[in-house]
């Protein structure tokens, strides 16, 4: 069974920085694209960050130059490193996959999220 697990959220102080993983686990072929969506509490689910291949990346306006996505798909890992957190980066982090779990076979994943905290 295909999952993505979260960790590394927590509780940092504004200016600080924390390191988000996701663990793909289960059998696939390959990776195709992951991505990181986060959610504030009364606010709608919104798209942080996303990397297709290994290299095409691309980050919402609100987290460009402090945020950074990474990926070893040999290790099935993906990564979002989080430098110069605000306040309003306080939400639920989400990690998404699309997979290929057979030739021809493409399934998107969502993890179950890690909470991010910070303080002012």
């Known amino acids: 069974q295909v999952q993505l697990v979260e960790s590394g959220g927590g509780l940092v102080q504004a200016g600080g920085s924390l390191r988000l993983s996701c663990a793909v686990s289960g059998i696939i072929l390959r990776i195709n694209d992951m991505g990181w969506y986060r959610q504030a509490p009364g606010k709608q689910r919104e798209w942080v960050a996303s990397m297709t291949g290994s290299s095409n990346t691309n980050y919402a306006d609100s987290v460009k130059g402090r945020f950074s996505i990474s990926g070893d798909y040999a290790k099935k890992m993906g990564y979002l490193q989080m430098n110069s957190l605000k306040p309003e980066d306080t939400a639920v982090y989400y990690c998404?996959?699309?997979?290929?779990?057979?030739?021809?076979?493409?399934?998107?994943?969502w993890g179950q999220g890690t909470q991010v905290a910070v303080s002012s």
């Open positions: 998404t996959a699309t997979l290929m779990e057979r030739l021809g076979l493409y399934k998107t994943y």
